[in-house]
């Protein structure tokens, strides 16, 4: 067993579209007879330059999944992938705008994705459960029409509520409706902030989406008074490092703050993102992050506590997982 297998690991941040192996989407585009050859290279890479068209790849990587039985070998995949890894624990993040893109109800969409983790689990004894996410920059309305859908269906494994896609698009207080909704169900919240956003985008988040975790959330490292109210409101930080360098946020890993806001008392997690895309898996995030900062074992099993601390999943799975 290779040394990062023994860590027990756990992530909060992935996208499921954004985890498909190349190999996987090649597989289908060719089935439903769509060109993908703009986005995966004769070496069966991911290809985009920036983040839009990073997030333009991602969606044709999404038009691929058509069926829930696609979606179910989706979610199995990764799940597996990730347990091979000695994770534990994985909430992913789910898109219903990219399945109704492609043709499928909320509810298949969310019994396929669940198929996959069930089956996952039974092989591997790994946890995992779904946060529906709405696309920022699709606009407040579809924004609020997932929180709907997500609240008329309520499903076991879907436990949270997100913001993903372009932070540089619309104010958080567009989307404050949305949060409200699903907070009021009992969902568990999560919005992408401090990513391609500054400071004032973490604060508006935190203000207006009353979120108690955050995707990415690193550039807080920007100013020392959020620094201090990370640490005092106890915000969890969905850090992807991998994600960053590879979109460019932070040049190289070592000039990554996640070992500074660690330092400074920040509640913060190891995550992947969009593996496939950025080159990397959780087990390379811990690695690379422990090998750049000297990390610890016991600090790398203190990363993957956080993480089930602040998981969107019953207390009773978590006393079960620490
Ligand atoms: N959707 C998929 N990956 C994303 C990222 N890194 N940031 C925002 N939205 C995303
Ligand atoms: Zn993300």
């Not at 696609?70 to 995949?77: I, K, V």
């Amino acid at each position: 067993m290779s040394e990062h297998v023994t860590v027990p690991k756990a992530e909060l941040h992935c996208h499921i579209e954004g985890a498909a192996p190349p190999s996987l989407v090649l597989r289908k585009a060719e089935q439903y007879g769509v060109d993908v050859s703009p986005i995966i290279d004769a070496r069966r890479r991911y290809v985009w330059t920036d983040f839009t068209s990073f997030l333009q790849a991602y969606d044709l990587a999404s038009s691929v999944f058509r069926t829930p039985a696609d979606y179910a070998e989706l979610s199995e995949t990764y799940f597996r992938m990730l347990a091979a890894e000695g994770a534990i624990y994985g909430e992913v993040f789910i898109s219903p705008d990219h399945a109704r893109a492609a043709g499928l109800s909320y509810a298949s969409y969310v019994e396929g994705l669940a198929t996959g983790i069930e089956r996952a689990k039974e092989a591997t004894g790994i946890e995992g459960r779904m946060i529906a996410i709405g696309v920022r920059h699709f606009g407040a309305a579809a924004v609020e029409r997932v929180a709907r859908e997500v609240i008329a269906a309520p499903h076991r494994l879907v436990t949270g509520f997100g913001l993903a896609g372009d932070e540089r698009d619309g104010h958080p207080a567009n989307f404050a409706k949305a949060f409200r909704m699903a907070g009021d169900a009992g969902l568990g919240l999560t919005a992408h902030a401090g990513e391609f956003g500054g400071p004032e985008s973490i604060v508006a988040a935190l203000d207006f989406l009353r979120v108690k975790r955050l995707g990415h959330g690193v550039r807080a490292i920007e100013d020392k008074a959020l620094v201090e109210r990370l640490v005092r409101d106890r915000i969890v930080l969905e850090c992807c490092p991998g994600s960053n360098t590879a979109l460019g946020v932070y040049s190289v890993l070592r000039f990554h703050p996640v070992n500074l806001l660690r330092k400074a008392g920040v509640r913060v997690t190891l995550n992947s993102d969009d593996p496939p895309f950025f080159h990397t898996t959780l087990g390379k995030e811990y690695s690379s992050v422990a090998k750049t900062f000297g990390w610890s074992e016991a600090d790398q099993i203190a990363v993957t506590r956080t993480a089930i601390e602040s998981a969107f999943c019953d207390a009773a799975t978590k006393q079960r997982l620490i």
